[in-house]
């Protein structure tokens, strides 16, 4: 790629502590993207105050304020159009996306989920993981298609569940390698180190993959 950064949009519901890891990755001269525009669907989400904090164009699209789902798309399409935005990362949105609306922006839609999926897509994911008793939970990073965590995977980190874990314990544990995993998975895409080959990814370039691994250990990626 050139010296040019790819300009993000950053969708969110909440606290948005994974959009600080990226706001912080983006603070740094040698990554390769910028987020160019934050939106949420709910106006009292925190996340925008940390937008607007580190100088990032905050924006409210409210899913209530729309009569339709596919007027609240284009909402959100338009406004992430007026900030030129290139990929689109999903931290914390709590909506789903259409069909419709990811073709807009094929294969350049990320999103991370406090699983190793495909097992526990949806809400509680780390609940789940408990309530089934595994030894190991984690986090991914995929391509967002249109259904429920489905898509693609880029890149996962496995966090052990330990004996005494609650809800909040192991969240918290997961929540931290979210904030590691996340920047690495979006430099490792924006920059084409990350191609689709039909329900998987394929990562090019191991040097890139080591820098993966050393940062994450117990990170995993599908190198080709």
Known sequence: MS???VRLGVLVSGSGSNLQALLDACAREDFPAEVACVVSNVSTAFALERAR???VTAKVVDHKAHATKADFEKALLD??????VEWVCLAGFMRLLSADFL???AGRVLNIHPSLLPAFPGLHAQRQALERGVKVAGCTVHFVDAGTDTGPIIAQVAVPVLPDDDEKALSARILAEEHRLYPLAVRLA???KVTLDAARTRVEAR???GELALRNPGA?????
């Open 207 to 209: 040097a890139t993959v």
């Open 103 to 105: 073709g807009h922006y």
């Open 3 to 5: 010296g040019q950064r």
């Open 220 to 224: 995993t990626v599908d190198p080709a």
């Open 79 to 84: 406004t992430l159009r007026a900030a030129n």
């Open 190 to 192: 924006v920059t084409g």
């Open 53 to 55: 904090k580190a100088g």
